[in-house]
């Protein structure tokens, strides 16, 4: 859910900046040591650990190329055992570039969190942990979006002061539909358009238009609440080395609904890129529950369907 709401911001900011849940190891004792928040934090107690799990979930802001101005911010969510039983844990940390990751005590009273204690091997406990996971992930995307406004004002994320004053509360996310599980009919790509398709750069950028009606009866066209790509045309430069991705989501549509609907985006081609024929590698439709269409240059030829732009 947490994936789906960030997509858009992950299109944007494209190697700038990585939103992300992944997994990854529970925070060492020396963290929480070293921060002087061991004994006041809310989590702790005399093991506040206990037996940790290798793994934990990782709500991850982290820059590739190591941007100063760029700091990795992290939630993990983690569950220990004690000999009272299982607590779910979590804790915000962050690493400064070319730092190591602290805990963020301007972060901890919104953030940090110790539930328990639940009896182990139970259904109920798994349930408690699932909940943690999904409020996390809510309160992960109200995150993203105070991080980028810091930036934005050209504050430091790993310093306190930025983080004054902003309230730190669950966004709204939605679930995914499970209700259509019985769905195996892939959607079909209706029509398509791309507008110009001859491109002259000068000094300026052109937009280029690409449409494209998509068509699924049962599940519909993949849009909140689906995790994985989704639908989209992807353009390859004469080189093979430049790619530009048309989006046909939920958040590009036009008109008509999912079961039904056209969808637009624009290529942005600047003054810099490669001049000559830009093709088409691509066009991947899918419904809100994974079934996929795949149409290569060859099949949008073959239906008379747009596939190439020339750039001069």
Do not use: K
């Not at 070319?98 to 919104?110: C, D, I, K, M, Y």
């Not at 409020?135 to 406004?149: I, M, N, P, R």
């Amino acid at each position: 859910m947490a994936d789906v709401a960030l997509g858009p911001i992950e299109r944007e900011l494209a190697d700038l900046l990585t939103v992300t849940v992944t997994s990854g190891g529970a925070p060492s004792r020396e963290q929480l040591g070293d921060s002087g928040l061991e004994v006041a934090l809310v989590m702790a107690t005399d093991e506040p650990f206990g037996e940790a799990t290798d793994r934990a979930v990782c709500f991850v802001i982290h820059s590739p190329r190591g941007l100063a101005s760029l700091p990795t911010v992290v939630v993990r969510v983690w569950p220990a055992e004690t000999e009272d039983g299982v607590w779910i844990n979590r804790l915000p940390l962050v690493c400064p570039t070319e730092g190591r990751e602290v805990v963020a005590p301007f972060l901890v009273p919104a953030l940090a969190h110790r539930l328990g204690p639940f009896a182990p091997r139970r259904q109920a406990t798994i349930d408690e942990a699932v909940a943690v996971a999904r409020e996390s992930a809510a309160l992960f995307v109200t995150l993203v979006g105070h991080y980028l406004a810091i930036v934005d004002e050209g504050g430091d994320p790993a310093a306190a002061e930025p983080w004054a004053g902003r309230e730190v509360t669950p966004a709204p996310l939605v679930a995914h539909d499970t209700a259509r599980v019985g769905d195996v009919s892939p959607p079909e790509l209706r029509s398509l358009e791309v507008a110009p398709s001859f491109v002259d750069l000068g000094q300026d950028s052109v937009r280029v238009a690409c449409r494209a009606r998509i068509v699924d009866d049962l599940s519909g066209v993949a849009g909140p609440g689906y995790s994985s790509s989704p639908s989209h045309a992807r353009f390859r430069s004469p080189s093979g080395q430049q790619f530009r991705d048309a989006m046909f989501d939920a958040s590009h549509r036009l008109e008509g609904d999912a079961l039904d609907g056209v969808y637009e985006d624009h290529l942005v081609l600047r003054p810099d890129v490669e001049r000559g024929v830009w093709a088409i590698e691509y066009v991947m439709v899918v419904d809100q529950v994974g079934n996929t269409s795949h149409y290569s240059t060859e099949d949008l030829r073959t239906r008379a369907l747009p596939f190439r732009i020339d750039v001069r």
